[in-house]
């Protein structure tokens, strides 16, 4: 029977630790024996409930979810929005999201892409929609075609292409538009913006129904507000941070940006010259940021989690105390 899509985090996570093989000790040979956990079964599910909502952070009243590790996997997730960010491995709880924005096509932002939609079809949901840089969606395009052969499935999806400064409508009151980063291939961010509509000012005060009515005879009588709300980077250098296009980038509420390098162990030429970003240009360019919050994604996998908050931890004005770091999976 089909699982409810509803459910299918739970039904993954059971099935991985209810086969999970356990190691015989009764010798001295190393081996693995499946054996049933049928009695546990009931438990891991609330342990999966339970998980599932430890991974959730929330900055600046945003649910965010993901895993970013440099080199390995980034897929960053806003549940509210029904948005992901790159998906590297195809993290489970990705699969719930609608709309998949992708930065770049290294592997470790796009590996997870036919993944993400083959699992959505396997729980006949709805066909997502990818958007990714308009110079690489011939070549996702060859991809689908590939994994449509080797899967004989038909891998339902819209995708678009997006150059930098174009917009994509997700809803009548949210919009997403593509900027410029600085990677060693071509790549893009993401700024997604919220609308909202704001009764002018010289009609503030009017009875409702001659509002009404002047908005009925064709009057305009509000005006829209567009806010950036989140700000996504993807790779880049911290050009991006100087580049005059990109302001609503470092106004947005939440930003989410790269940190690959966070001590002297690795120089600001070694990160510039594989494209990311130092931790110390953040604080170079400290004042720049407008952002309400910042959270740091993809630092080197060369870093624990008590180097990573200890960075982050003593980062001085006007960064302290705005500034988070995902460390999920570390």
Known sequence: MMPNPKEYRNLILIIILETKPLRDFSSNTSCSIPQKRKERFKVVVM???????????????????????????TC???????????????????ISQDFLFISHSHMDHIGGLPMYVATRGLYKMKPPTI???TSIKECVESLFEVHRKLDSSELKHNLVGLDIGEEFIIRKDLKVKAFKTYHVIQSQGYVVY?????LKQEY????A????????????ITNSITTPEVAFTGDTTSDFVVDENNADALKARVLVMESTFLDDSVSVEHARDYGHIHLSE???HAEKFENKAILLIHFSARYTVEEIEAAVSTLPP??????YALTQGF
């Open 47 to 73: 342990e999966s409930e339970t998980k599932k909502k430890k991974h959730l952070m929330e900055i600046e009243g945003y649910p965010i979810d993901g895993l970013s590790i440099g080199g390995h996997e």
């Open 76 to 94: 960053i997730m806003f549940p509210s929005l029904r948005i992901a960010f790159d998906i590297g491995r195809c993290p489970h709880r990705a």
């Open 131 to 133: 958007i990714v840089p």
């Open 194 to 198: 919220s609308t909202k509509h704001k």
């Open 204 to 207: 503030v005060g009017l009875p």
């Open 209 to 220: 129904n001659e509002i009404k009515n002047l908005k009925a005879s064709g009057v305009e």
């Open 282 to 284: 953040i604080v170079k």
């Open 318 to 323: 006007p960064l302290e105390g705005r500034v």
